[in-house]
Nanobody, 123 residues
Framework: QVQLVESGGGLVQAGGSLRLSCSAS????????MGWFRQAPGKEREFVAA????????YYTDFMKGRFTISRDNVKDTVYLQMNSLKPEDTAVYYC????????????????WGQGTQVTVSS
């Protein structure tokens, strides 16, 4: 069993930045490819970014490119999502999850999920 914990969310003004972190208890994250998803009220949970276990392969949705950066530190056993130039439409609960295989873009290919961290961007 892997228990994931996200942190780093909060309230920020449009144009601001936040860095989300994802850590785990019960098992190391080093063996997992990881993904970040987000879910806004009344909307489906959507893919944001993913990173292979080594960090050598990274995937983003098109509209995240250039603003968000996913990374990992396997010494600290933590995965990050650096979010810059935030917009009000980025407001959502952000989740990290462990990838079990298949397409990185589908939430159905992720096993363990954290409780999420709220990101609110004011205009």
């Amino acid at each position: 069993q892997v228990q994931l914990v996200e942190s780093g969310g909060g309230l920020v003004q449009a144009g601001g930045s936040l860095r989300l972190s994802c850590s785990a208890s019960g098992r190391t994250l080093r063996n997992y490819a990881m993904g970040w998803f987000r879910q806004a009220p009344g909307k489906e949970r959507e893919f944001v970014a993913a990173i292979s276990w080594s960090g050598g392969n990274i995937y983003y949705t098109d509209f995240m490119k250039g603003r968000f950066t996913i990374s990992r530190d396997n010494v600290k056993d933590t995965v990050y999502l650096q979010m810059n130039s935030l917009k009000p439409e980025d407001t959502a609960v952000y989740y990290c999850a462990t990838h079990r295989g298949g397409s990185y873009y589908s939430k159905n290919n992720y096993d363990y999920w954290g409780q999420g961290t709220q990101v609110t961007v004011s205009s």
